[in-house]
């Protein structure tokens, strides 16, 4: 069974940073995209930032130049650098990845939990 952990989140003053992790575990034998998707209470989830297997990236206009994506393939993790942030970046963020499991042929989409980052002004 394949699972995603978020670690990170957490409440940090506006300019302040964090950064997220999501680690993926269980039988993987190969993982595509990974995403990093944020949901502000009563508005749909929304994509903030992707990477590729071949870490292509792209990024939500609204984060663009302030946060950055990255995975680390030995790890099955993927990182989101958040700095500069703002008020307005409060959200729960979760992590998305399309991943093929031993023993499947096809990519499935799985999610973590979420975790909370909150910007005080």
């Known amino acids: 069974q394949v699972q995603l952990v978020e670690s990170g989140g957490g409440l940090v003053q506006a300019g302040g940073s964090l950064r997220l992790s999501c680690a993926s575990s269980?039988?993987?034998?190969?993982?595509?995209?990974m995403n990093w998707y944020r949901q502000f209470p009563g508005k749909q989830r929304e994509l903030v930032a992707g990477i590729s297997s071949g870490s292509n990236t792209n990024y939500a206009d609204s984060v663009k130049g302030r946060f950055t994506i990255s995975r680390d393939n030995t790890k099955n993790t993927v990182y989101l650098q958040m700095n500069s942030l703002k008020p307005e970046d409060t959200a729960v963020y979760s992590c998305?990845?399309?991943?093929?499991?031993?023993?499947?042929?096809?990519?499935?989409?799985?999610w973590g939990q979420g975790t909370q980052v909150t910007v005080s002004s």
């Open positions: 998305y990845a399309q991943i093929k499991t031993a023993g499947w042929d096809l990519f499935r989409q799985y």
């Open positions: 269980g039988s993987i034998s190969s993982i595509n995209t």
